[in-house]
Nanobody, 121 residues
Framework: QVPLVESGGSSVQAGGSLRLSCAAS??????MAWFRQAPGKEREFVAA????????YYGDSVRGRFTISRDNAKNGAHLQMNNLNPQDTAIYYC????????????????WGQGTQVTVSP
């Protein structure tokens, strides 16, 4: 079983953009999602995508700014993040589960190590 691997985290100024990637080569899943966790806060749902047909779902705080899309080559997904603000600063985690999409972190079965996104004012 190949671990989930996130990449693309970096430090940017407010208003900038980043593109995160999650690779799940060798794994089977029905839904891939992104969560984030900032210091002192609970893990927050960001976006999810069902592999078959690729319907997408977003948390209220990122809707209209972030886009999740399927990456066929890596059996994973990208998270395009535009118009970033300091409130987006967090460790971003990729997660997968069998079955339908969910906003609840505990419903996901496997997680990556996370990638740090820092947005300065």
């Amino acid at each position: 079983q190949v671990p989930l691997v996130e990449s693309g985290g970096s430090s940017v100024q407010a208003g900038g953009s980043l593109r995160l990637s999650c690779a799940a080569s060798g794994r089977s899943f029905d839904t891939m999602a992104w969560f984030r966790q900032a210091p002192g806060k609970e893990r927050e749902f960001v976006a999810a995508m069902r592999w078959r047909g690729s319907p997408t779902y977003y948390g209220d705080s990122v809707r209209g700014r972030f886009t999740i899309s399927r990456d066929n080559a890596k059996n994973g997904a990208h998270l395009q993040m535009n118009n970033l603000n300091p409130q987006d600063t967090a460790i971003y985690y990729c997660a997968v589960k069998m079955g339908s999409e969910s906003r609840i972190a505990t419903s996901y079965e496997d997680w990556g190590q996370g990638t740090q996104v820092t947005v300065s004012p």
